[in-house]
């Protein structure tokens, strides 16, 4: 049975997308562009959070990526992007894997409502969310000066479930990676990877790998940014 990913442009269901490239399974995508900042309400009716992503495979309907991601892989991995139980990492690709939607992307959205409610950079709040958020990314920055990928020396889910805060997540919360050299190289490896140029081109064709995977954050899509603007942001 196909499996069905609902995916919504220039978001963290590119997790999912990504993961199937990487896996080379066969998979339906069906694409669902932001109207215009948030999702449209084709896609909030998918699910009861109305959140990104959606998979679907048979009667199995299934939101937040994190769980996506490891159902595909429990059901359709064969063992592979993941490190098992008895191996040398397998606590880093733990702590890894969580670290991305647990400790990081909390960050990361905190910092983007705190703009959408117009709170200044002088604000307790927001200043603590950026000293918050710089050391989150110092800590990553000092694990990738050890090894070249999260859990070690293998490229593996922990990477793919990292990697969208630091590259499409930047689309919305504009914070710049050239404190962090090591973090800047890894991205670069990212680039590399040509199953992660052609989920992306797949996925968000509006969307430029290699200003995603740059130091400097990317800009918005034209109509997002339109948006943002129209709400005085």
């Known amino acids: 049975m196909t499996l069905i990913i609902h995916h919504l442009g220039v978001s963290q269901s590119d997790r999912v997308v990504w993961l199937c490239e990487e896996l080379g399974i066969d998979y339906e995508l069906k694409k669902y562009d932001r109207s215009p900042i948030w999702a449209p309400p084709e896609y909030k009716a998918l699910h009861p959070v109305g959140s990104a992503p959606v998979i679907e495979d048979g009667s199995v309907k299934l939101a937040e990526s994190g769980a996506c991601v ?17 191996k040398k990492d397998f606590a880093e690709y733990l702590y890894w894997f969580h670290f991305a939607n ?31 958020r710089k050391q989150l990314l110092k800590f990553m920055d ?13 490229f593996t889910a922990a990477d793919i479930m990292n990697v969208t805060s630091l590259t499409t997540m930047r689309c919305f919360i504009k914070y710049d990676l050239s404190n962090y050299p090591n973090i800047v190289a890894y991205l670069q490896r990212i680039a590399a990877r040509e199953k992660y140029r052609h989920a992306m081109r797949k996925g968000d064709p509006g969307l430029n790998v290699d200003e995603l995977t740059a130091a400097s954050p990317p800009p918005l899509q034209e109509a997002v940014a339109a948006a943002f603007r129209a709400h005085g942001h």
């Open 142 to 154: 000092q694990r990738l000066s050890e090894v070249p990928w999260l859990a070690g020396e293998e």
């Open 70 to 86: 490891e159902y595909i892989l429990q059901t359709r991995g064969n063992g592979r992007l993941v490190v098992a139980p008895g």
């Open 102 to 132: 647990g400790t990081l992307q909390p960050a990361l959205v905190s910092a983007l409502l705190f703009s959408r409610a117009g709170l200044g950079d002088d604000n307790e709040s927001v200043k603590g969310n950026e000293d918050r």
